[in-house]
């Protein structure tokens, strides 16, 4: 199973808003509605950040949302913040493994 | 407050074993899919290995088969990843992670331990 194609990197300055793409394929992404996104400070563990796709967890800033199109999911972060400086990974449920990540986007906030 | 706490990474030479744990609190762990991540240095996050809640089910990703086993023990709440084997390319930070269901089919996964380091050495 390929990794999911998410950019190497973004950045962007604060208060502007920035998107990361994850694109996959009609076996994955754009299969079904399972798609998840992960932030992952350095040292530290991931934490889910977005799920099915759209959904925030309890306590997730609003500022993060996240939607699909065909077979690219993305994630949007508005009004950027310095704390949101790190890597970003996306996931999705396959007919196959039954997950897969994307290779992770790091997120310069400048 | 869900925990998850690794434990048995460490320095192994290549074609030798490791066993990881991974205890579990704050959650019915018996009502809950596992997973097991790793992540290599400087590289982005692989899934590894899946287990149902009642331990019915299991899953490893190809590079592993034959070689990794992940069971459980729903009366200890701790998960475990029994590493045969090894080699280099198995050298990275192993994350338990909690599933977001019974089963790793469709539900995600949501909270993750720390980590525990493994490094495949001669």
């Known amino acids: 199973q390929s990794a999911l194609t998410q950019p190497a990197s973004v950045s962007g300055s604060p208060g502007q808003s920035i998107t990361i793409s994850c694109t996959g394929t009609s076996s994955d992404v754009g299969g079904y509605n399972y798609v998840s996104w992960y932030q992952q400070h350095p040292g530290k563990a991931p934490k889910l950040m977005i799920y099915d796709v759209s959904d925030r967890p309890s306590g997730v800033s609003n500022r993060f949302s996240g939607s699909k199109s065909g077979n690219t999911a993305s994630l949007t972060i508005s009004g950027l913040q310095a704390e949101d400086e790190a890597d970003y990974y996306c996931t999705s449920y396959t007919n196959s493994s039954p997950w897969v990540f994307g290779g992770g986007t790091k997120l310069t906030v400048l | 407050e869900v925990q998850l706490v690794e434990s048995g990474g460490g320095l192994v030479q290549p074609g030798g074993s490791l066993r990881l744990s991974c205890a579990a609190s704050g959650f019915i762990f018996s009502s809950y899919a596992m997973h097991w991540v790793r992540q290599a240095p400087g590289k982005g996050l692989e899934y590894v290995s899946a287990i149902s809640s009642n331990g019915g089910s299991t899953h490893h990703v190809d590079s592993v088969k034959g070689r990794f086993t992940i069971s459980r023990d729903n009366s200890k709440n701790t998960l475990f990843l029994q590493m045969s084997s090894l080699r280099t390319e198995d050298t990275a930070v192993y994350f338990c992670?909690?599933?977001?269901?019974?089963?790793?089919?469709?539900?995600?996964?949501?909270?993750w331990g720390q980590g525990t380091t493994v490094t495949v050495s001669s």
């Open positions: 992670v909690k599933g977001a269901g019974h089963s790793f089919y469709y539900y995600g996964m949501d909270v």
